[in-house]
């Protein structure tokens, strides 16, 4: 069965300093891959995706992710974090046409 | 972007009534549009798949009979709670996809409702 795994439930970082938030993935075929961001009482804004060739993605607000299928991971990175990043991250898997299952999120503390 | 509309953001009603809910893509035409419930603290668990002209298809465990969806048009899905029970309070979001060129399309989301039943 397909599953996304986020295995930090909440990190917390200061301002400026880097981020990594970690996703595996377990599916037989190369997945799509998403990560979303959710702030409280809101719907989710796509931060970036991988469909296919360059490795190395990046997205909006200064965010990239890497896949790595050896390691069935596409974890989301930012060199230095914002006191407006903190929101809740969710990495998601598409297959089959549009049908996205998702992590159970990471909560993302700032410390100024 | 594309843009997804849900509506109402926020809705109360007593226990025993329906609820609708709204999903709308405003500037493109979507031909699934998914139904996600999201519970305090975690993660969106999708519900069901909502096809236009066709019936939804919905996840294991999810009532179909307490979850009617219908997908009357390109540019909009209903979700309808029917006889809600405090139980069924939640976040319930939507997305809808917008195919590019065959390929998966990345999923837009809708603001999401808050259903709160008493």
């Known amino acids: 069965a397909q599953s996304v795994t986020q295995p930090d439930i909440h990190i917390t970082v200061s301002e400026g300093a880097s981020l990594e938030l970690r996703c595996n993935y377990s599916?037989?075929?190369?997945?799509?891959l998403f990560w979303y961001v959710q702030s409280p009482g809101q719907g989710l804004q796509l931060l970036l995706k991988y469909f296919s060739g360059d490795t190395l993605v990046q997205g909006i607000k200064g965010f990239e992710a890497e896949f790595k299928r050896s390691q069935s991971s596409f974890n989301l990175r930012k060199p230095s974090v914002h006191w407006s990043d903190a929101a809740e991250y969710f990495c998601?898997?598409?297959?089959?046409?549009?049908?996205?299952?998702f992590g159970s999120g990471t909560k993302l503390n700032v410390k100024p | 972007g594309a843009v997804v509309s849900q509506h109402p953001s926020r809705v109360i009603c007593k226990s025993g009534t329906s609820v609708k809910i709204e999903c709308r893509s405003l500037d493109f035409q979507a031909t699934t549009m998914f139904w996600y419930r999201q519970f305090p603290k975690q993660s969106l668990m999708l519900m069901a798949t909502s096809n236009e002209g066709s019936k939804a298809t919905y996840e294991q465990g999810v009532e179909k009979d307490k979850f009617l969806i219908n997908h009357a048009s390109l540019t909009l899905s209903t979700l309808t709670v029917t006889s809600a029970h405090p139980e069924d309070s939640s976040f319930y979001i939507c997305?809808?996809?917008?195919?590019?060129?065959?390929?998966?399309?990345?999923?837009?989301f809708g603001e999401g409702s808050r259903l709160t039943v008493l």
């Open positions: 998601a898997v598409g297959y089959n046409f549009n049908k996205f299952y």
């Open positions: 599916y037989g075929a190369t997945p799509y």
């Open positions: 997305s809808a996809s917008r195919l590019a060129g065959g390929l998966t399309g990345e999923l837009f």
